[in-house]
């Protein structure tokens, strides 16, 4: 006779591993948990979102040298990053 609480605990073992090594993919490339828990729209737009906003970062960072501007779209990416991760974790 099989224990059902035991396997219950693994169960929840494996299921919490699974949500941190998602939410460990979403913290290398945003979006790339996402694509791992099958909810593949949501991680292509986080993806091409982080990416946007990585390439305007540097588009206003080499061409206005307007630092507010800058500091508002890395300020959005760091948000958006975090989103991804937490949200990876907790889908």
Request: glycine share 4%.
């Amino acid at each position: 006779m099989v224990d059902s609480k035991k396997l219950d605990d693994d169960e929840l073992i494996q299921n919490h591993s699974r949500n941190v090594f998602c939410a460990f993919l979403s913290f290398i490339m945003p979006g790339l948990g996402h694509f791992i828990k099958k909810k593949v729209m949501k991680g292509i737009i986080l993806l091409l979102l982080n990416i946007i906003l990585i390439v305007g970062f540097f588009v206003l960072a080499i061409f206005t040298k307007n630092f507010v501007f800058v500091l508002i779209d890395f300020i959005i990416f760091i948000m958006i990053w975090i989103y991804s991760v937490v949200d990876a974790y907790r889908i």
